[in-house]
T-cell receptor, first 114, second 108 residues
Framework: EAQVTQNPRYLITVTGKKLTVTCSQN?????MSWYRQDPGLGLRQIYY???????DKGDVPEGYKVSRKEKRNFPLILESPSPNQTSLYFC?????????????FGNGTRLTVT | RKEVEQDPGPFNVPEGATVAFNCTYS??????FFWYRQDCRKEPKLLMS???SGNEDGRFTAQLNRASQYISLLIRDSKLSDSATYLC?????????FGAGTTVTVRA
């Protein structure tokens, strides 16, 4: 089944404790992206990657890191989480270079930082 | 001005009613347009792409107006299961911009 898989689904952590949220897709998509969603603010892009070893900042990259060593994986790293990073996070992917290619989303990670 | 703007609603409609709402975009170079549906804090799911000539998928009709820079979604014969938040997505090259969503609640 074609899908984007995120783990974990739920995560509660404390300020300053490094964490990684994994994202994997099995559709051979070039483009992958991370979003956070907060009430009233909609989806905001954190980082995106157009292919292996190519990553770029989105609209809200502060406090986050990503890597794209393999085409299928795009982990999101919070080196020192803070309470303002409490949010719902989505990973997504799509074919690059096709104007009408829609995004496929993972089922989300609900992060709470205390 | 936001790149993509939507009326947040909520639109409260009875079953069987027709509901329609728009999404405006600021970049005239926008190329691709989509409507996504999102149920309470779950992942957005593609509802339909929006084509230049307009398109229909069952009870859902999407239109694109490039001159006025907006897309629209019309839902006919609303069902309880149509209750959700509808997100519009607009792309320019590799960049995708999301609206904050329009909430629709269909009541029995």
């Amino acid at each position: 089944e074609a899908q984007v898989t995120q783990n974990p689904r739920y995560l509660i952590t404390v300020t300053g404790k490094k964490l990684t949220v994994t994202c994997s897709q099995n559709m051979n998509h070039e483009y992958m992206s991370w979003y956070r969603q907060d009430p009233g603010l909609g989806l905001r892009q954190i980082y995106y990657s157009m292919n292996v070893e190519v990553t770029d900042k989105g609209d809200v990259p502060e406090g986050y890191k990503v890597s794209r060593k393999e085409k299928r994986n795009f982990p999101l790293i919070l080196e020192s989480p803070s309470p303002n990073q409490t949010s719902l996070y989505f990973c997504a992917s799509r074919f690059q270079g096709q104007g009408y290619s829609p995004l496929h989303f993972g089922n989300g990670t609900r992060l709470t930082v205390t | 001005r936001k790149e993509v703007e939507q009326d947040p609603g909520p639109f409260n409609v009875p079953e069987g009613a027709t509901v329609a709402f728009n999404c405006t975009y600021s970049n005239s170079a926008s190329q691709s347009f989509f409507w996504y549906r999102q149920d309470c804090r779950k992942e957005p799911k593609l509802l339909m792409s929006v084509y230049s000539s307009g398109n229909e998928d069952g009870r859902f009709t999407a239109q694109l107006n490039r001159a006025s820079q907006y897309i629209s979604l019309l839902i006919r014969d609303s069902k309880l299961s149509d209750s959700a938040t509808y997100l519009c997505v607009v792309t320019v090259d590799y960049k995708l911009s999301f609206g904050a969503g329009t909430t629709v609640t269909v009541r029995a």
